[in-house]
T-cell receptor, first 113, second 117 residues
Framework: GESVGLHLPTLSVQEGDNSIINCAYSNSASDYFIWYKQESGKGPQFIIDIRSNMDKRQGQRVTVLLNKTVKHLSLQIAATQPGDSAVYFCAENGMTGYSTLTFGKGTMLLVSP | GAGVSQSPSNKVTEKGKDVELRCDPISGHTALYWYRQSLGQGLEFLIYFQGNSAPDKSGLPSDRFSAERTGGSVSTLTIQRTQQEDSAVYLC???????????????FGSGTRLTVV
């Protein structure tokens, strides 16, 4: 079946490096995607979103790229900091007729000082 | 309140007992969602409330699970006759809008960690 998935379950980087977290989706009907960050013991926190009529969107130190041709979504974090250590989830809206979000399994980002 | 509030934050219960989990959404948010997060897993959709419409219960894993939302605000997720496989973090989220193409802007609570022993 169609699903949202991630290529790398764990990503370890050094402080100051740029991080790239990837997500593959297979539901071509999805037209809205979100990245969430979840720190230990907390609920997921909205980071950035993108609609399917865009291929890039930038926030503060974060950039989301959308490649609809290969159904790929990525989150880029510039100058990664120890406080960025968390689990990152991508989510899409097309799995349930746009009424709810479907989340991937998540990628753990570990940032070493 | 300023955020989504869930209670209790932790709950340990014996197998076979019933539990109730509470969610206070952000004031004015018409949409409310329950998700379940098992260890090392993504978020599994359970149920969705939108205004006064009938809830979308398509994600509830069995008839032991039910939820209600009173007055369009507070929601309670009830699990009857709990089983060990029900152990997970139960997350509640609320949002202003849910329509295609709109910014869903889910705001999540910190969750209730349920442990069934």
């Amino acid at each position: 079946g169609e699903s949202v998935g991630l290529h790398l379950p764990t990503l370890s980087v050094q402080e100051g490096d740029n991080s790239i977290i990837n997500c593959a989706y297979s539901n071509s009907a999805s037209d809205y995607f979100i990245w969430y960050k979840q720190e230990s013991g907390k609920g997921p926190q909205f980071i950035i979103d993108i609609r399917s009529n865009m291929d890039k969107r930038q926030g503060q130190r974060v950039t989301v790229l959308l490649n609809k041709t290969v159904k790929h979504l990525s989150l880029q974090i510039a100058a990664t900091q120890p406080g960025d250590s968390a689990v990152y989830f991508c989510a899409e809206n097309g799995m349930t007729g746009y009424s709810t979000l479907t989340f991937g399994k998540g990628t753990m980002l570990l940032v070493s000082p | 309140g300023a955020g989504v509030s869930q209670s209790p934050s932790n709950k340990v219960t014996e197998k076979g007992k019933d539990v109730e989990l509470r969610c206070d959404p952000i004031s004015g948010h018409t949409a409310l969602y329950w998700y379940r997060q098992s260890l090392g897993q993504g978020l599994e959709f359970l149920i969705y409330f939108q205004g006064n419409s009938a809830p979308d219960k398509s994600g509830l894993p069995s008839d032991r699970f039910s939820a209600e939302r009173t007055g369009g605000s507070v929601s309670t997720l009830t699990i009857q006759r709990t089983q060990q496989e029900d152990s997970a973090v139960y997350l509640c989220a609320s949002s202003l809008a849910r329509h295609q193409g709109s910014n869903y802007g889910y705001t999540f609570g910190s969750g209730t960690r349920l442990t069934v022993v």
